[in-house]
């Protein structure tokens, strides 16, 4: 416990405070049990510290514990929220919860957490992990106790306060619509944004890129191998042949994206028994943050649903994968999806590229994207690419990287 504590202490009294992600500052420290969510290599673990630090100057007892520590090999989450508990301890800091080592058959994170929450009233609860597939699988019931955020890649305004030092704020999409003009003055003024966003589409969306700059795409090929090799398996009765199948449903849609599902003409390819084990494996891969699907309708049970367009997650995630073969417009359409359907509803219109919150259509393009699709529509955009500032209902793409 004691090497607990030494760690914890190092860790917190070491993270940076320079530069801290939107969602820190819509945390809600008062809940008793918080739950942050997201990708791999999102900076769940920078964030969590980052709180941790901020309680525990204003005179908190914290304690930042990994469940992937030896620590846990022979103790129970349990057992180390009761000794915190009984010296003071106020906060606990739990990140990798879906790395909690399996005593027994019936051993699962959230019953402890569940467990934990019970037993002491007092004590506030942060968790992270890695693997969204795994916190869905969780056995206890968090629901009625946990409040979830979710953390996303950096976003495009993100990116260019963390690596060129200039903070703008986050834009509501009805503002930006109203005033693009405006603020994209305001960006200008400080920064030669078309270059910038450029380097963002292709390394900018994971933080962990200034870690080792070199290694930035392998280091993502090992984070898709381990959500399909690791995460997968664990969560879903998927065979070693199927999972294989899924490799090749990846590789499809790596290739050929923003992919038009064709359902019968992709299970014979893949040779998978039928078109509900294909979208299971879509929805497999849509959960681990690989994939993104457009147009699906929950009506009833969604593995039943066809997507209308399926994504790379993000731009970063293209260039890693297969970097020879990308097209702008499909680099365009998935920023778009990526950035604007974080915080918004995003679905598939009959016209246009894109509907948003069931009210704004928007057409993505080039610089020379005309009106032709969208005339005499209101409440009808362009996203164009490649331009600095706008007019009218033509707004540059790389603002919209500015709503979080």
């Known amino acids: 416990m004691e090497q607990l504590y030494e760690i ?24 008793r049990l918080t739950e942050i969510t997201g990708a791999r290599g999102t900076g769940k673990t920078t964030l969590l510290l980052q709180i941790a630090k901020k309680l525990a100057i204003t005179g908190r007892k914290v304690l930042y514990v990994s469940l992937d520590v030896p620590f846990f090999f022979r103790n129970s989450l349990f057992d180390l929220a009761e ?12 990140d990798e919860v879906h790395k909690y080592p399996l005593k027994h058959k019936d051993s699962d994170w959230s019953r402890e957490m569940k467990a ?28 009625r106790r946990k409040v979830s955020y979710l953390l996303q ?6 990116y260019i306060q963390f690596y060129h030092h200039f903070e703008f704020p986050v834009i509501e999409l009805d503002l930006m619509l109203n005033s693009h003009p405006e603020i994209c003055k305001d960006v200008m003024d400080k920064i030669k944004v078309l270059p910038a966003f450029d380097k963002y589409l292709k390394i ?27 995460d997968i ?20 849609l790596a290739t050929t994206v923003p992919y038009t599902p064709n359902l019968s003409k992709l299970t014979s390819e893949l040779f998978v028994a039928d078109q509900r084990t294909l979208i299971k494996y879509i929805n497999l891969l849509e959960k681990g943050d690989l994939i993104k699907t457009l147009g699906a309708r929950a009506v009833g049970n969604k593995i039943l649903n066809k997507p209308a367009k399926i994504y790379l997650n993000n731009t970063n995630l293209m260039f890693a994968i297969d970097a020879d073969n990308l097209q702008s417009g499909t680099i365009r359409e998935t920023f778009f999806y990526n950035q604007v359907g974080f915080i918004n509803r995003v679905s598939y219109p009959p016209k246009s590229d894109f509907l948003v919150n069931g009210k704004y259509l928007f057409e993505v393009g080039g610089r020379n994207k005309s009106n032709k699709q969208i005339k005499n529509i209101t409440e009808a955009y362009i996203a164009a690419d490649n331009i600095e500032i706008g007019f009218g209902n033509k707004i540059p793409l790389w603002l919209l990287g500015f709503l979080y």
């Open 8 to 31: 914890s202490n190092r860790l917190v009294n070491s993270v940076k405070e320079d530069f801290k992600r939107s969602l820190f500052y819509k945390i809600n420290e008062d809940n």
């Open 83 to 94: 000794t915190f508990y009984k010296y003071g301890g106020e906060v606990l800091f739990v």
């Open 116 to 143: 934990v929450y019970d037993a002491f009233p007092s004590l506030r609860i942060f968790y992270t992990g890695s693997s969204v597939l795994e916190l869905h699988q969780g056995q206890g019931d968090l629901s």
């Open 153 to 158: 890649g950096l976003s495009f305004r993100e």
């Open 204 to 230: 900018g969306y994971y933080p962990f890129f200034a870690e080792s700059p070199e290694n930035y795409f392998s280091r993502l090929s090992e984070i898709i191998g381990v959500v399909v090799d690791v």
């Open 233 to 252: 398996p664990t969560v879903s009765d998927v065979s070693y042949e199927s999972l294989q199948k899924v490799k090749q449903l990846l590789g499809v």
